[in-house]
């Protein structure tokens, strides 16, 4: 779209932006405006002044039978509800009405009748609590517009105010302008309202007041006169919402269809929650009195697999909400209940299941956005969506190629999206919250509660009584049929997911208690191990630690955290990964709940990670504080790391002695996935010490295109590696679009450049890189495929060249959860001063039904023996996964990685190495589980067996049980002391931890 023109002191919205674009592309010509007033469209009526209620700005209906004139509507209610809550006035929604609403229209506004909206809709709207209708009807004739508008009185249906402007096409500024402006007087405070009283504003039906079983079945309902404030009062501006019981399975069903959808057009929905002092059980069952006058949300939009499309599967969410609490019904209707994919599991276990989603963007500021989900048994998972699309793990270990050390291609920035959508918005599920959860299967499908306490999220301070405006949305993933719905439509055409959520109204006057948590634990053990000198098996003695975390909300967006003597051992071990014949240092990532809370404060721009709080080990002391202040995003970790005085020698001046590392962070957000900040980090122990600090921003440019940076320096004092200074600069470029992608990326850094509390396993390079993709939308049985291309090159700083890649790759998704991917690639890597060129090959698989799931991949082709007399041979490496879940409450996963190295002269096998994991789970109650992990490695010939028994309450209270045993061959261990093949017992551990949960 070419640049648009603007006009002095006037915005340029969404939708303006549509209406300029078409202007100015007309030629000007002098406007004759004729403005009539109420009486064009009815008598006046007295009244006296009254404060509006709540209003709708529906899109214009196009009369003219043009359906290229059609934007314009819609442009034009977008504008006006602008403009409206400009004015100061309450707007609960503008710009689109949802596919119940449209045939109220008298003619559908298809040009056999005149476009208005009957009694039927203004009774759907006055039961959503909405007091005043804006709509209007548009004619065209050549260069000619007519635009008629009415105020229309909800609950009487009188129409109070009307306008007519007659004028030329190439000034619709203008006519936006004075329709704007008289809409705006007449509803002001001192406006007279229609028929001689007030709206109704926020008013809920009687009780006894029928509700349509679905959208498809709705019929007219009566127009219930103002009465005083029910339970629970809201309004909803987009998709169906209204008062009502839960229904029964809807007779008359909107099934998706096969392909030719457009999307919808990006408008902003919005829905009024409303306040109930009757809140619900939390058992799953739809029974309580509060859903029979809830808002009601219906009509979700499909992601995928045909982005646009209505659901294939009807949907239905109820929400309310008092001092304390956020709460949400759901009823998750299928046609066939046999393809539904919902298993009893451990918290946060449900990626794979048939799942319901709320997303909560409490400072609009599209940065960030907190997400609950439920399955239909009621088992929970939260996240938090960043508006880069990071799942929490570090960027830098994602690099395409081993040989770079973490510094391969940028990706085309994060969207929080799957390739095709089908999984719904992804986030980092290091993020742990408290709230309650419960599901039940019914004949139909599944239905589930969720409350949500409001001490669980952040979100800015408000006065007494003001409103908060939040981001929000809603998901529904059914993994049978790759199908994910929205409330909220989201387009492939727009890079990111935050920039899309809808609004939330209405939330009020909720509690201003001061959150205080308190978390005290005690872990109990006996710790066994082998004395490799002795050959002697120490069983030791029985130990037990206490600890205490503490945990209080300054404001309800600022937190502080404090731990004591904390318990930072894990529940499950690191995931194995192939050392042998790694050029580079490999990344495991945090996961440890202390640090994982909050981690992505600490994130920057760019891959470079500066903060890994993995190099804090075993700290006796951390203190956190974190949260936002107005637009500054803070963080600060403050701890003391004992197990850097246990890892230098004894004769070492600080043996026994503790580390102490800073992290501080500072982030100013702007506008929409965009900001400016700053970064320190510094660990001292003893006279030694590691200083960074540096700058970064993100700034989203339009609707797809993104460019992001880095620089920092740091200052270094090692007694190994002497006095050591550097600087690191970043930077990339991105578009992400529907059709087209591309990323340009460069990055500095300098061979003096170090951190000690980052991730950073390469130094002494300048690398500059693009990729370039582009993807088909077939929307079929192959839902999307597509190319791309990427290339590489990367010298040191005395200018040679010491990498370079070429490498083409072709991804294909099918429906039905399948999807592969073929690469192939070109490299040079220079080692030990010898330029190596290397041809690779490779795919990835993807294939997941509801008992068994098989995902894996195959790499082969040239590679570098990393050796002091280094050469190329032949390098495979591959990983198969499988999960069987033959019932709702077992699951089996088993994992094998391996890599081979062969020596082209002769055959020879330099190594074979093979990882064997398998995972097995019971989920005996909702809450208690049992874990069995075995593993074994070929070339150590380690086995390695661990049982768990977990019984969780919730995120915070909850007991393990643990048994955990090594063994190793003997040879392995030592042969003189072990001359035998047999395994040995290297490592044995008892362990159990109690954790409970306190919170104020």
Same mark, same amino acid.
């Given at each position: 779209?070419?640049?648009?023109?603007?006009?002095?002191?006037?915005?340029?919205?969404?939708?303006?932006?549509?209406?300029?674009?078409?202007?100015?592309?007309?030629?000007?010509?002098?406007?004759?405006?004729?403005?009539?007033?109420?009486?064009?469209?009815?008598?006046?009526?007295?009244?006296?002044?009254?404060?509006?209620?709540?209003?709708?700005?529906?899109?214009?209906?196009?009369?003219?039978?043009?359906?290229?004139?059609?934007?314009?509507?819609?442009?034009?209610?977008?504008?006006?509800?602008?403009?409206?809550?400009?004015?100061?006035?309450?707007?609960?929604?503008?710009?689109?009405?949802?596919?119940?609403?449209?045939?109220?229209?008298?003619?559908?506004?298809?040009?056999?009748?005149?476009?208005?909206?009957?009694?039927?809709?203004?009774?759907?709207?006055?039961?959503?609590?909405?007091?005043?209708?804006?709509?209007?009807?548009?004619?065209?004739?050549?260069?000619?517009?007519?635009?008629?508008?009415?105020?229309?009185?909800?609950?009487?249906?009188?129409?109070?105010?009307?306008?007519?402007?007659?004028?030329?096409?190439?000034?619709?500024?203008?006519?936006?302008?004075?329709?704007?402006?008289?809409?705006?007087?007449?509803?002001?405070?001192?406006?007279?309202?229609?028929?001689?009283?007030?709206?109704?504003?926020?008013?809920?039906?009687?009780?006894?007041?029928?509700?349509?079983?679905?959208?498809?079945?709705?019929?007219?309902?009566?127009?219930?006169?103002?009465?005083?404030?029910?339970?629970?009062?809201?309004?909803?501006?987009?998709?169906?919402?209204?008062?009502?019981?839960?229904?029964?399975?809807?007779?008359?069903?909107?099934?998706?269809?096969?392909?030719?959808?457009?999307?919808?057009?990006?408008?902003?929905?919005?829905?009024?929650?409303?306040?109930?002092?009757?809140?619900?059980?939390?058992?799953?069952?739809?029974?309580?009195?509060?859903?029979?006058?809830?808002? %009601?949300?219906?009509?979700?939009?499909?992601?995928?697999?045909?982005?646009?499309?209505?659901?294939?599967?009807?949907?239905?969410?109820?929400?309310?909400?008092?001092?304390?609490?956020?709460?949400?019904?759901?009823?998750?209707?299928?046609?066939?209940?046999?393809?539904?994919?919902?298993?009893?599991?451990?918290?946060?276990?449900?990626?794979?299941?048939?799942?319901?989603?709320?997303?909560?963007?409490?400072?609009?500021?599209?940065?960030?956005?907190?997400?609950?989900?439920?399955?239909?048994?009621?088992?929970?998972?939260?996240?938090?969506?960043?508006?880069?699309? /990071?799942?929490?793990?570090?960027?830098?270990?994602?690099?395409?190629?081993?040989?770079?050390?973490?510094?391969?291609?940028?990706?085309?920035?994060?969207?929080?999206?799957?390739?095709?959508?089908?999984?719904?918005?992804?986030?980092?599920?290091?993020?742990?919250?408290?709230?309650?959860?419960?599901?039940?299967?019914?004949?139909?499908?599944?239905?589930?509660?969720?409350?949500?306490?409001?001490?669980?999220?952040?979100?800015?301070?408000?006065?007494?009584?003001?409103?908060?405006?939040?981001?929000?949305?809603?998901?529904?993933?059914?993994?049978?049929?790759?199908?994910?719905?929205?409330? /909220?439509?989201?387009?492939?055409?727009?890079?990111?997911?935050?920039?899309?959520?809808?609004?939330?109204?209405?939330?009020?006057?909720?509690?201003?208690?001061?959150?205080?948590?308190?978390?005290?634990?005690?872990?109990?053990?006996?710790?066994?191990?082998?004395?490799?000198?002795?050959?002697?098996?120490?069983?030791?003695?029985?130990?037990?630690?206490?600890?205490?975390?503490?945990?209080?909300?300054?404001?309800?967006?600022?937190?502080?955290?404090?731990?004591?003597?904390?318990?930072?051992?894990?529940?499950?071990?690191?995931?194995?990964?192939?050392?042998?014949?790694?050029?580079?240092?490999?990344?495991?990532?945090?996961?440890?709940?202390?640090?994982?809370?909050?981690?992505?404060?600490?994130?920057?721009?760019?891959?470079?990670?500066?903060?890994?709080?993995?190099?804090?080990?075993?700290?006796?002391?951390?203190?956190?504080?974190?949260?936002?202040?107005?637009?500054?995003?803070?963080?600060?970790?403050?701890?003391?790391?004992?197990?850097?005085?246990?890892?230098?020698?004894?004769? %070492?001046?600080?043996?026994?002695?503790?580390?102490?590392?800073?992290?501080?962070?500072?982030?100013?957000?702007?506008?929409?996935?965009?900001?400016?900040?700053?970064?320190?980090?510094?660990?001292?122990?003893?006279?030694?010490?590691?200083?960074?600090?540096?700058?970064?921003?993100?700034?989203?440019?339009?609707?797809?295109?993104?460019?992001?940076?880095?620089?920092?320096? /740091?200052?270094?004092?090692?007694?190994?590696?002497?006095?050591?200074?550097?600087?690191?600069?970043?930077?990339?470029?991105?578009?992400?679009?529907?059709?087209?992608?591309?990323?340009?990326?460069?990055?500095?850094?300098?061979?003096?450049? %170090?951190?000690?509390?980052?991730?950073?396993?390469?130094?002494?390079?300048?690398?500059?890189?693009?990729?370039?993709?582009?993807?088909?939308?077939?929307?079929?049985?192959?839902?999307?495929?597509?190319?791309?291309?990427?290339?590489?090159?990367?010298?040191?700083?005395?200018?040679?060249?010491?990498?370079?890649?070429?490498?083409?790759?072709?991804?294909?998704?099918?429906?039905?959860?399948?999807?592969?991917?073929?690469?192939?690639?070109?490299?040079?890597?220079?080692?030990?001063?010898?330029?190596?060129?290397?041809?690779?090959?490779?795919?990835?698989?993807?294939?997941?039904?509801?008992?068994?799931?098989?995902?894996?991949?195959?790499?082969?082709?040239?590679?570098?023996?990393?050796?002091?007399?280094?050469?190329?041979?032949? /390098?495979?490496?591959?990983?198969?996964?499988?999960?069987?879940?033959?019932?709702?409450?077992?699951?089996?996963?088993?994992?094998?990685?391996?890599?081979?190295?062969?020596?082209?002269?002769?055959?020879?096998?330099?190594?074979?190495?093979?990882?064997?994991?398998?995972?097995?789970?019971?989920?005996?109650?909702?809450?208690?589980?049992?874990?069995?992990?075995?593993?074994?490695?070929?070339?150590?010939?380690?086995?390695?067996?661990?049982?768990?028994?977990?019984?969780?309450?919730?995120?915070?209270?909850?007991?393990?049980?643990?048994?955990?045993?090594?063994?190793?061959?003997?040879?392995?261990?030592?042969?003189?002391?072990?001359?035998?093949?047999?395994?040995?017992?290297?490592?044995?551990?008892?362990?159990?931890?109690?954790?409970?949960?306190?919170?104020?």
């Amino acid at each position: 779209m070419p640049d648009i023109e603007r006009r002095p002191g006037r915005r340029a919205g969404p939708s303006m932006r549509l209406i300029a674009h078409a202007a100015t592309r007309m030629r000007r010509r002098s406007v004759a405006v004729a403005l009539t007033g109420a009486s064009l469209l009815a008598p006046a009526v007295p009244a006296a002044a009254q404060t509006p209620g709540p209003i709708i700005v529906v899109p214009f209906a196009n009369v003219s039978r043009q359906p290229a004139d059609d934007w314009i509507g819609a442009g034009l209610a977008e504008t006006i509800a602008a403009d409206l809550r400009n004015a100061g006035l309450s707007v609960v929604g503008h710009g689109t009405v949802d596919a119940a609403d449209a045939p109220a229209r008298y003619g559908n506004g298809n040009g056999n009748g005149n476009g208005w909206f009957d009694g039927t809709a203004l009774d759907t709207y006055h039961r959503r609590g909405v007091a005043w209708l804006v709509d209007g009807t548009l004619q065209r004739v050549g260069e000619r517009l007519r635009i008629t508008t009415r105020l229309v009185d909800v609950a009487t249906g009188a129409t109070a105010f009307g306008t007519r402007v007659d004028g030329d096409f190439g000034d619709l500024f203008d006519i936006q302008d004075e329709l704007g402006a008289a809409l705006a007087g007449h509803l002001s405070t001192d406006s007279r309202t229609a028929a001689g009283r007030a709206p109704a504003a926020g008013v809920a039906p009687p009780a006894s007041t029928p509700r349509p079983e679905s959208v498809a079945s709705a019929a007219p309902a009566r127009i219930v006169p103002a009465e005083p404030e029910r339970n629970v009062t809201g309004a909803l501006a987009f998709g169906e919402a209204g008062a009502g019981a839960p229904p029964a399975r809807p007779q008359g069903r909107r099934p998706g269809r096969g392909g030719g959808f457009t999307p919808t057009p990006r408008t902003r929905p919005t829905v009024v929650i409303g306040r109930t002092s009757n809140p619900p059980d939390i058992d799953g069952r739809l029974d309580d009195s509060v859903w029979e006058t809830a808002t %009601h949300i219906t009509d979700f939009i499909q992601i995928a697999p045909i982005e646009g499309a209505p659901g294939t599967e009807e949907t239905e969410v109820w929400m309310a909400y008092d001092n304390d609490h956020l709460y949400f019904a759901f009823y998750a209707h299928y046609t066939r209940p046999e393809v539904m994919r919902i298993n009893r599991a451990d918290r946060e276990e449900i990626r794979g299941d048939d799942r319901m989603s709320v997303l909560f963007d409490p400072f609009l500021d599209q940065q960030r956005a907190y997400q609950f989900e439920v399955n239909g048994y009621g088992v929970q998972s939260d996240s938090l969506v960043n508006a880069d699309g /990071s799942t929490g793990f570090s960027r830098s270990s994602g690099s395409s190629s081993a040989s770079r050390g973490g510094s391969g291609p940028r990706r085309s920035g994060g969207s929080g999206m799957s390739q095709s959508g089908q999984f719904g918005i992804r986030g980092d599920q290091s993020w742990d919250a408290l709230f309650d959860t419960a599901g039940q299967v019914v004949d139909d499908g599944w239905t589930a509660e969720m409350r949500i306490p409001f001490k669980s999220l952040r979100y800015p301070s408000r006065a007494g009584g003001e409103d908060h405006r939040w981001g929000f949305q809603i998901t529904r993933v059914i993994r049978d049929k790759s199908e994910a719905q929205s409330w /909220s439509p989201i387009s492939r055409g727009v890079a990111g997911q935050l920039t899309q959520f809808g609004v939330l109204e209405g939330l009020s006057d909720m509690s201003r208690s001061r959150n205080l948590e308190f978390l005290p634990e005690l872990t109990g053990f006996r710790l066994g191990s082998l004395d490799r000198d002795t050959g002697v098996f120490d069983r030791g003695d029985p130990g037990g630690e206490p600890g205490l975390g503490v945990k209080y909300g300054i404001t309800p967006n600022l937190t502080a955290d404090i731990t004591f003597n904390p318990d930072f051992s894990q529940i499950e071990s690191d995931r194995p990964q192939i050392e042998t014949n790694q050029r580079f240092q490999l990344f495991y990532p945090e996961q440890r709940p202390f640090f994982l809370e909050g981690q992505e404060i600490f994130q920057t721009a760019t891959p470079l990670t500066l903060v890994h709080t993995r190099t804090i080990a075993d700290p006796d002391f951390g203190g956190k504080l974190t949260g936002k202040v107005g637009r500054t995003t803070l963080g600060v970790v403050v701890a003391d790391d004992v197990a850097a005085g246990r890892l230098v020698d004894d004769t %070492h001046p600080e043996y026994g002695g503790t580390a102490q590392t800073v992290l501080g962070r500072a982030r100013y957000d702007f506008y929409a996935e965009s900001y400016l900040g700053a970064i320190m980090t510094d660990r001292e122990f003893g006279n030694d010490h590691n200083r960074v600090a540096g700058v970064d921003g993100r700034f989203r440019l339009g609707r797809t295109h993104r460019i992001s940076f880095l620089a920092a320096g /740091s200052e270094t004092r090692d007694a190994d590696l002497g006095a050591l200074s550097g600087a690191a600069v970043e930077a990339d470029f991105s578009k992400q679009g529907r059709n087209l992608s591309y990323n340009v990326a460069y990055s500095s850094i300098d061979p003096g450049f %170090h951190t000690n509390t980052g991730f950073l396993p390469r130094v002494d390079l300048q690398q500059t890189s693009g990729t370039v993709s582009y993807r088909w939308w077939p929307e079929s049985n192959l839902m999307t495929w597509g190319p791309s291309a990427t290339y590489l090159r990367l010298y040191d700083h005395a200018g040679v060249l010491q990498d370079e890649q070429l490498q083409g790759m072709a991804s294909f998704s099918f429906r039905n959860n399948m999807a592969i991917t073929g690469m192939v690639n070109r490299d040079l890597e220079r080692y030990g001063a010898i330029d190596f060129r290397k041809t690779g090959y490779g795919f990835f698989g993807v294939m997941s039904a509801r008992i068994l799931s098989i995902y894996g991949g195959y790499n082969w082709g040239d590679g570098i023996l990393y050796a002091d007399d280094p050469y190329l041979g032949r /390098s495979t490496i591959g990983n198969v996964n499988f999960r069987f879940q033959p019932t709702s409450r077992l699951r089996t996963e088993f994992n094998m990685v391996s890599s081979d190295f062969v020596n082209p002269i002769g055959g020879e096998g330099i190594f074979h190495v093979k990882i064997f994991r398998s995972r097995n789970t019971y989920q005996f109650t909702d809450r208690l589980l049992v874990r069995h992990i075995a593993e074994h490695n070929t070339q150590s010939v380690t086995v390695g067996n661990n049982i768990l028994f977990t019984y969780r309450i919730n995120a915070g209270t909850v007991v393990f049980l643990g048994y955990d045993d090594r063994f190793q061959r003997g040879t392995e261990i030592d042969s003189l002391l072990f001359p035998f093949n047999s395994l040995q017992r290297t490592n044995r551990a008892f362990f159990g931890k109690l954790s409970y949960l306190f919170r104020y």
